[in-house]
């Protein structure tokens, strides 16, 4: 979940100022100043600035000037290819457990969880010596 502040900054804007790259949101800060352009950080102490539709006001540490502020929150969503799911190949590896005889074997891809085979056990409690 990402959490993004607006203010009279459309989509596009964030595009061409390079915030938007990837279709992605990178902002180290949470947004610039609309007068000076300093880059501005919301205290989120206590949640402030997290409430959506709600017209915050906040100042300036750099020029002093005072703004607004709205906040809205979107899901990003991040499809993954999962050839495992597709008649491929799970890809194994050992959660690292304790003790050892608790050991399973997740699939990287698809999260699927399952019992070590004698072999990969006996590999497993080898390792661990
Ligand atoms: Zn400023
Ligand atoms: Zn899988």
């Known amino acids: ?5 607006r203010y009279a900054m459309s989509w596009n804007a964030l595009v061409w100022s390079g915030a938007i790259t990837d279709g992605r949101l990178k902002m ?3 947004f610039d100043c609309p007068y000076c352009e300093a880059p ?5 102490d206590d949640g402030h600035g997290y409430e959506e539709g709600v017209l915050h006001h906040d100042h300036c540490r750099s020029c002093g000037k005072h ?11 991040e499809p993954e290819k999962a050839d495992c799911l ?4 799970h890809i194994w590896k050992t959660r690292r ?3 050892v005889e608790f050991t399973r074997m997740k699939c990287q891809t698809c999260g699927e969880e399952r019992h070590p085979t004698t072999e990969e056990m006996a590999a497993v409690v080898a390792a661990r010596r």
């Open 86 to 89: 597709n008649d491929g190949q």
């Open 97 to 99: 457990t304790y003790p």
């Open 28 to 30: 180290s800060h949470d």
């Open 1 to 5: 979940m990402k959490v993004m502040h």
């Open 67 to 77: 703004f607004t502020f709205t906040t809205s929150i979107s899901f990003y969503f």
């Open 40 to 44: 501005f950080e919301v205290c989120h």
